[in-house]
Every structure is written in structure tokens, then in C-alpha cells.
């Protein structure tokens, strides 16, 4: 070894970074947050069969395909993960342009479900996995009533299903608080994961 | 589950954070950083054969025992790791108050060598092991100088020995470069891994 040669690479590799919630948490909006201003992390856009709304854009928001096409990447294995969320709706991360971004060293950010994490744990086992808690239902309720959105049976309906997904917490790496009002500390306290994940030393690069 | 109960447990198990690095890398200060204003960070004194110097206080930077009191301890388990460092000088770090602090929820942190690392994850799986690189061993050699405390000879002793020291980066989880001057940012470095570490589901108390 020569003296000037470093005794540390010089980068490490990219990795996945999933972030999930049980519905109502607000992993959208934190997600948004977590991509501004910041090349190095990218959301995964995820594709949909559900039909887009006037203000999404294909390719953006979703990549908005048609269920036969959809059926055939799924047969191709062209999805890290997929799930049918509901009335036959199809929602799938495509595998092609995460695995690009890990190729290229940064951070590829993929919003899903909790059951998502699991099956993307999987195929990548250096993927760090992140779950938003809403700091209690009692909280996770008033929100949704405050959004004023859906019936109180609708609302009991989300609870008990939010009851359901935190049961999926323990195949995640992290915790993170996500209080109403306070997504910038949420924002932060991800950042902070990431620059840690970062300075794993399994992720250098060989020299 | 009643809704006023959290979603989250409200405390994280305390962990050990093994801080170690070549030598001349700087460790001692960076741990002196470290806990200096932080309360939930808490040194871990070794134990030591060694004669105190006049700067030292006992029980304060070391504890100053006898080779035979020393040679007692290792019998009877006290140690979490203990090692010859040279000429028959004996290091070691006491098990129980490192117990205590992680049964406190605090954060007990060993300044140790490279090889105390993968004995002390031995004993505590969930330890996290902190590798301080400096960035090359050229400014090892030019920091080593500038301190003018050793020969040229007892310098190139202590770069290739830095060289073999380095073999142990594998073995521990992340690697912080420790920049010559810029111990602040490394320190911050650092203390971000513990929060992120904090924020691990796996140390979560049972609910």
C-alpha cells in the first residue's frame, strides 16, 4: 500500500431507502419534503392502474398503465414489489430505475405500503427501511377528522386498519415520530438516517 | 389496544458505542467531544497497570490498579475486553459500569483499540462500532511530525502499524474520516449515527 493511497474509498455505494406508514401518517407529503432541493435522494415513481386524477401527471406522479400491461411486468418480474390495495387497483415499484440509481451511487426513495418493505428487504437486503409512527391513534384520529374528508365510519374503518399495519413495524430498521406540524423534524430526523446508512462501512465501495 | 395508548414505545434500549482508530488518529480527543455537555453519552474509565502521570486522576482517566489486582479481574469476568497493550502494560474495560449505563438507557461509549471492537460485539450484538479512518496514511504521517513527540523511526513504526490496525475496519459498522482540524465535524458525525442508532425498532422497550 502507498503512502498516498487513502486509507478509505472514496464513495460508497447507493442503496434503497423505503419509507412507510400506516395510511393517514402523511408519508407522502414527508417524502416530497425529503426529495426537494436534494439530487442525491430520488423518489421511485410508481406505477398504477388506477385512473389519474386532473392534477397528476404520467410519468411524474405515476406511470399509469392499463391492468392487462401491468400483468405482463408482473410476469416479466419487472416489479421489486406489488400489491392489489383494493377494488382490483394495482400498484407496483419498477425494479429497473431503482436498480439505476443504486448503480449510480445515490439514494432510491420508494414510498409504498408496510407490506412493501418486507418484500423489498428481500431482494435487497442492504435497503434501509423507515416506518412513520403517528405518536398515538387517539392523534392519527383527530388528524383525519380534522381533514374532514370521510365519515366517522370511514375513520374507524383507517383505525383499525392503521391498528393492522403497525403490526408490520418490526421488519422495519427505524422508527420516526411524524407529529402533525412537525414534518420538517420528521425530514430531519430521516436525513440524519441516511447520512449514518451512508457511513456504513459494508457500503464502501472496494478499492 | 386502547387509542390513547402510543403506537410507539416511548423509550430506546441504552446500546455501547465503541469508538476506536489507528494510532495517532486522534480517538482520545474526539470521545472527549463526544461526552463533553452530553449527559446521555457516558465514558466508560478503563482500567489500566500502567504508572499515572501527573496530569491523570484516578477513577477519572483511568483507574489505577496492580498487575495482580488486574490479573484478579480477568479471572473473575470483569472485563468486557482487556488487552496487552505493550511491554506487559494492561488495559482493560470494567463489564459492570458499562451494564449499568446501557441499563440506564444511556449511551456507554469505549474509547478502546481496534481489536477491542469485535470483542466487546461479542458480548453486546447490539453495540455499534465506530471506525475513525484518518483520510490518508500521508496525513497520519504528517500529523505524527507536526506533534514532534517521536523520531523519525518511532514514526514509520506507528504508520505501519496503522497499516496493519486498518485490517480491523471490517469488523465495525461505520467509518468517520477524522480530519486533522476539523474534529467538530467529526464529532457530528458521530453523535448523528447515535441518533439514528436511538431511533432503531430493534432497541425499542417492549410496549
Not at 418490526?170 to 414534518?183: R, S, T
Not at 423534524?185 to 440524519?192: F, K, L
Amino acid at each position: 500500500m502507498s503512502d498516498s493511497v487513502p486509507l478509505r474509498p472514496v464513495a460508497s455505494r447507493g442503496f434503497c431507502l423505503v419509507l412507510s406508514a400506516p395510511s393517514g401518517t402523511g408519508k407522502t407529503t414527508v417524502g416530497e419534503l425529503l426529495t426537494a432541493g436534494d439530487s442525491t435522494i430520488v423518489r421511485s415513481v410508481s406505477m398504477t392502474t388506477r385512473t389519474k386524477r386532473p392534477n397528476e401527471e404520467d410519468g411524474v406522479d405515476y406511470h399509469f398503465v392499463g391492468t392487462d400491461e401491468f400483468k405482463a411486468k408482473i410476469r416479466q418480474g419487472a416489479f421489486l414489489e406489488w400489491a392489489e390495495v383494493y377494488d382490483g387497483v394495482l400498484y407496483g415499484t419498477p425494479r429497473e430505475a431503482v436498480e439505476r440509481v443504486i448503480r449510480s451511487g445515490d439514494v432510491a426513495l420508494l414510498v409504498i405500503d408496510v407490506q412493501g418493505g418486507r418484500a423489498v428487504k428481500a431482494i435487497f437486503p442492504e435497503a434501509v427501511l423507515v416506518f412513520l409512527v403517528p405518536p398515538s391513534l387517539d392523534s392519527l384520529s383527530t388528524r383525519l377528522k380534522r381533514r374532514g374528508l370521510e365519515t366517522d365510519e370511514e375513520i374507524q374503518k383507517r383505525l383499525s386498519k392503521a391498528r393492522t399495519e403497525m403490526k408490520y413495524l418490526p421488519a422495519y430498521d427505524y422508527g420516526v415520530e411524524n407529529d402533525e406540524g412537525k414534518q420538517q423534524s420528521t425530514v430531519d430526523a430521516i436525513r440524519g438516517i441516511i447520512a449514518a446508512e451512508r457511513r456504513r462501512i459494508s457500503r464502501w465501495e472496494p478499492q
